[in-house]
């Protein structure tokens, strides 16, 4: 049992677990292998548009969480692999700033994701699942739903063909992230089109998804980050599938697992 995509103490926005309870609690779950994914530094000169300034790691706590991981895979060697990792935003218009950092970070990274969490429009950049308050605001300034989750998908599709260096993450996070919310405000289009544009840039970059769980446990959601349908249509392409439980708390590992297992025949 492998998980791709796990936060830890060092996230602004998780909580104060160590990195043993996370360990120890994968150990229970016969976890193999976890590669631990902090949310990398945003660019020094984008601002944060979440109202705490949380989303993302401090850049000068860089060093202490690659040192804190190393320690624990000599800790735990022979138990369990551990990966250090960074979950990388991707921000439009800061590609520049972004392949920088991938640049001096890189060669110390074991595994890494590349997300989209914000999107840039007219007036700034939006965080789209701070809150279901937010989101309600985006579709103020958007217009519809509709238009927030054309703008992600065309966003996310930038993220997949952007040149970001050598060290660009392989794998997509949570590529439906935008559903977060479906459930209090569901859109009627299918976004088809927009879809099969992502997969296929995905198969032809030869890149993985990460196949999320934490969508299962958001009231508003109650799906994983991507649901059945897009699940098998990255099946039928061939596209890798990474189980990632997004856990943000130590008892968050494993989440959405058993159900995805099923799906994705992990």
């Known amino acids: 049992m492998r998980d791709g995509h796990v936060h830890t103490r060092f996230c602004p926005h998780g909580t104060n677990d160590s990195f043993e309870a996370y360990i120890e609690r994968a150990l229970a779950l016969g976890y193999t292998e976890i590669s631990f994914t902090e949310h990398a530094p945003l660019p020094d000169t984008f601002v944060d548009p979440t109202p705490q300034s949380d989303s993302a790691m401090q850049k000068e706590k860089l060093d202490d969480y690659f040192e804190e991981v190393s320690k624990l895979k000599a800790q735990y060697e022979g ?3 551990i990966n ?4 990388v935003d ?3 218009g800061y590609e520049a700033e972004i392949t920088q950092f991938l640049n001096e970070v890189g060669p110390k990274l074991d595994d890494a994701i590349l997300s989209v969490h914000f999107l840039k429009s007219s007036s700034g950049y939006d965080c789209l699942d701070y809150s279901p308050n937010h989101f309600a605001n985006m579709i103020q300034d958007y217009g519809s739903v509709e238009k927030i989750y054309r703008h992600y998908y065309q966003t996310l599709l930038k993220s997949i063909h952007a040149e970001l260096g050598s060290y660009k993450p392989k794998r ?3 590529m439906t992230l935008v559903h977060k919310f479906q459930r209090k405000y569901p859109v009627q289009s299918s976004f088809d089109s927009e879809i099969d544009l992502i997969l296929n840039a995905v198969k032809d970059h030869g890149y993985e998804l990460d196949y999320n769980g934490a969508g299962t446990a958001k009231p508003l959601c109650r799906e994983p980050y991507p649901p059945d349908a897009i699940v098998h249509k990255a099946k039928e392409r061939g596209i890798p599938l990474v189980y990632g439980s997004d856990a943000h708390q130590a008892k968050e590992l494993g989440q959405g697992y058993e159900r995805i297992k099923r799906l994705a025949n992990l």
């Open 79 to 81: 138990k369990v692999k």
């Open 84 to 87: 250090a990792g960074l979950e």
């Open 90 to 92: 991707y921000i439009e």
């Open 172 to 174: 997509i996070g949570h």
